[in-house]
Structures are given as structure tokens and as C-alpha cells.
DNA sequence: CGGTTCCTTGAGGATGATCAACGAGGGTGG
DNA sequence: CCACCCTCGTTGATCATCCTCAAGGAACCG
């Protein structure tokens, strides 16, 4: 959970409804809005000349997302598609500051929550960067079960479909799911009827 | 150019000597201290199973390191060595939290670089995931021109072997070499008695 | 059912990694 | 000044791996 909803809308935020599919902003837009998302989940990714995409990341309720850019006077590094229909605040980017100002705990939070972001990062960058298909799987599924706070001794569902996990990790389609079975022969993930549990 | 040394000082902070490959901190140690460059330069570096080694960022002159697992009490993902020969100011996490309480216009600071890192780890992600050697190399040495702010349509020395920029690039020294080669007979970078220029 | 999306498999090809060997340059000490 | 060493750069041959392309099957939903 980020800002406090009655603060956003005392401070003038509005809620914004997006269908599944719908762009919130676009690469290279100016960056002049903070979002929130109440309801849904939004993803961040690039494409690219080809048209092969890489997720960057994927919020889901009560998160922000996109403020890096905010902070710098940048344009945004990414687009934000809404991976459901969602429900975000929108508030703009002269508000945020205000109430940086106004609340030093939120501005704290902010950093803690920029820090926890950049650690993030340096580790899936890590993971994926020179790694085997199999290791950055890996890497990927833990990390969803950890964001998930899923126990992890306990096989679980994983919501996402070969493809999406391909866009994630930079792999192709095929070579997910050739891993996957390997994987599966293997016991360390088991897959049933096509669906993966982990 | 971070906190004021002066103040750092006051605070308790010491400054250390570093000679060239020495270790500041090694991937998995408690985050416990703020680090900040006096003179000398850092590189903060992951290393696989077999060896190889990827390089997550360098810093130098005025430029603290290592600070976002302080903020979220984590171990570092990194290992820290000195790029060269050193001086490095060295304050305890508690300490380093204090002023952020006392100096507002420090912890906004901080949020702003911390939100520079983000985006900058988004790019350099961006353009190393499933791109081509060529790409991830112009990539780089573009970005190394911008840090130093240096004239963009004017060439410069590049003053990174080829191993280097394999370890930023996540690519093999050959693969590097034979890359560049190209680049040069396209008149992308110009070679001169084995020096790059870009 | 019919359509859509997702999953799966196989064959073939491109490309970067690997291995091995050698060349170039720069610094040091005799 | 030269011989040596050490690091860095370079090249070619071969290999492993992932990508590409093409085709078809399974699951789901109206």
C-alpha cells in the first residue's frame, strides 16, 4: 500500500477506470502524472524492432508504479498497459511533490520503497544476464512466490501463461516450454493438463 | 556529488584507504555502512558459477554506493571492489539515518538518486535483454559518453580494455573484439593502435 | 460447434561461446 | 638498450544453444 486514499482525493487525485489492454502511458511520454492502482494490475514492459516485448514489471493493488521518472524530470522508460481491467488514481505530479513536502514519513516510505526497487532490479538483472533458460525460470518463479508471500515449500499455481513468462525473462515462447518439460521431468516443477504448478 | 563532507565528518564518518582490488563489501554481507567516494573509483560486480563476471555499475568521485540495501535492511547483491587506488568515507547505517531525519533537503536528495538508479538500471536493462552485441556495445558507450558528459558528436578515448566492456556488457572478450571490428569498419567507433574511440 | 488463444513439437539455421594459439604494447630490471 | 614478462588484443575453428519458422493439437468460451 502506497499514499492514503483519503489524502490522494483531498488533494485532488481521481480515480480512472482502464479496460484490460489499455495503455496508461506510452515510452517516451513526458512523465507528469503519479498513478496508483486501487483495483487491478498494471504492467510495464518494452518492445522491441521486432516486436518482442520484456516485462519490466507488474503492480498490482494498492501499488504505485512509474514514479522514478517523476522525480527526475524524465520521460518514461517503459509503457504501462493495464493487464486487467483496473481502477488507478491518477494524481499530478506538482500534488506528489506537495505532499512529499507536507509528510516526511511518505517521503521516507518513498525511499525505502525506490531502494527496495533498485535492490530489485540488481538482482534480476543478475539472474538474467548470461544465466541458462533454466536458472532464469527459476529465478522468475521464485520471485513470483516470494512477491506473493506463497509459501514456499508448498507447490502453487502459477498464473501465467508460457508466453508471458517468455516476456519476462527474455526467452521465446518455445524455448519455455521445452525448459518447462525438462523441468518437469525433472520434478522441479510439475505441470498438469498445461498448467504449471511450482 | 552526495552529502557534505563536512558534515559527514561531524556525523563520525571516517575515510579509508583502498588500494586498486581490494574489497569494500562482498555480495551477501549485512548492508551496515554508508560509502561514500572521496578519490578513486568502485565497481559493484556480480560473479556466476564459472566465473564470469558482470559489472552492475562503477562509481566514482563524490559518488556514494551501496546505499539501497541500507534502506531495506538487506545483504548486498554486489560485491564492492575498488577500481583503482581509493579514498572512501565510511559511516554507520544508524548515523547515515539521523541526518536524513535532520536534513530534509538530504533525504530528498536521496530519493532523486535513488529514482536516477531506477531508471537507469530500466534503460541498461532495456537495451541488454534479447538485443545484439552491436546494440548492448553502442548501449554502453553511449551511456558512458552521457555520465561523463562529454560532447556527443565529438569522439573520445573509451578507457575500458575489451574485458571490461564484455563484464558491463554481459558478452565474451572475443565476442566484443570481432564486434567492434565491425563497428570500426563501419565507421561506428574508429580504432587507432588498439585504442577505442566512440 | 466454431473461433480464439495457448501449448507443443520438429527441423534447420544463426550466432555467440569456447578453446587454443599467437601478436602487440608497455613497463621493469639487468 | 635489450630481454623478459605481463596484460591486453586478435584470429580461426568448432560447438552448443537458443531462435526461427511451420504446423498442428488442446483447452476454453460464447
Redesign the pocket.
Known amino acids: 500500500m502506497q499514499i492514503d486514499l483519503d489524502l490522494l482525493f483531498t488533494w485532488g487525485a481521481v480515480a480512472k477506470k482502464y479496460m484490460k489492454n489499455d495503455v496508461i502511458f506510452y515510452e517516451d511520454d513526458m512523465a507528469l502524472f503519479y498513478y496508483q492502482i486501487v483495483e487491478g494490475s498494471v504492467r510495464l514492459y518494452n518492445s522491441n524492432d ?1 516486436g ?1 516485448e520484456f516485462t519490466q514489471g507488474v503492480f498490482c493493488n494498492g501499488n504505485s508504479f512509474g514514479e522514478p521518472p517523476l522525480f527526475i524530470n524524465e520521460i518514461y522508460p517503459t509503457t504501462a498497459i493495464a493487464s486487467q481491467d483496473s481502477i488507478i488514481i491518477k494524481l499530478s505530479k506538482e500534488k506528489l511533490m506537495k505532499i512529499l513536502e507536507d509528510y516526511p514519513s511518505i517521503k521516507l516510505s518513498f525511499l525505502e520503497l525506490m531502494a527496495k526497487r533498485i535492490y530489485d532490479k540488481t538482482v534480476s538483472t543478475k539472474q538474467i544476464i ?1 544465466q ?3 536458472h532464469r525460470i527459476k529465478s522468475f518463479l521464485e520471485n513470483y512466490k516470494k512477491q506473493n508471500q506463497l509459501c514456499c515449500t508448498e507447490k502453487s499455481a502459477i498464473p ?7 516476456d519476462f525473462t ?12 525438462e523441468m518437469n521431468k525433472a520434478k522441479k516443477v510439475s ?1 498438469d ?4 504448478y511450482f
Do not use: D, F, M, W
Not at 170 to 181: A, Y
Not at 193 to 196: Q, T
Open positions: 521486432e518482442k548470461n541458462k533458460p533454466e501465467y501463461t508460457r508466453q508471458e513468462i517468455a527474455g526467452l521465446r515462447v518455445e524455448t519455455v516450454i521445452r525448459t518447462l518439460s505441470i493438463k498445461h498448467k504449471l
